[in-house]
Nanobody
Framework: QVQLVESGGGLVQTGGSLRLSCAAS????????MGWFRQAPGKEREFVAG????????SYSDSVKARFIISRDNAKNTVYLQLNSLKPEDTAVYYC?????????????????WGQGIQVTVSS
């Protein structure tokens, strides 16, 4: 079992930055491939970024590529998502997810463990 807790969300103006954290307990993030997803009101949950266990390979959705950065600190058992150049369309609840497989998995159904989600609101 892996428990995931997100933090770092909030309200920010267009063009601003935030750093989301996903703290894991129960198992280590190094044993899992990790993903960040988001869900805006009335929309389906969508893949944002992922980082593979073992290889550390990362991947991003086209909508956030070059603006967001996913990283992992194994010593702190935490995964981060740095959000830069934020836009109003980035407003959503952001979720951290984990799976004990290698690779960057883009489907929400591929993940076994989820955090409770955290709100990010970008004002125009």
């Amino acid at each position: 079992q892996v428990q995931l807790v997100e933090s770092g969300g909030g309200l920010v103006q267009t063009g601003g930055s935030l750093r989301l954290s996903c703290a894991a307990s129960g198992r280590t993030v190094s044993d899992h491939s990790m993903g960040w997803f988001r869900q805006a009101p009335g929309k389906e949950r969508e893949f944002v970024a992922g980082i593979s266990r073992i290889t550390g390979i990362t991947s991003y959705s086209d909508s956030v590529k070059a603006r967001f950065i996913i990283s992992r600190d194994n010593a702190k058992n935490t995964v981060y998502l740095q959000l830069n150049s934020l836009k109003p369309e980035d407003t959503a609840v952001y979720y951290c997810a984990a799976v004990s497989r290698t690779g960057v998995l883009r489907r929400s159904g591929d993940y076994d463990y989820w955090g409770q989600g955290i709100q990010v609101t970008v004002s125009s």
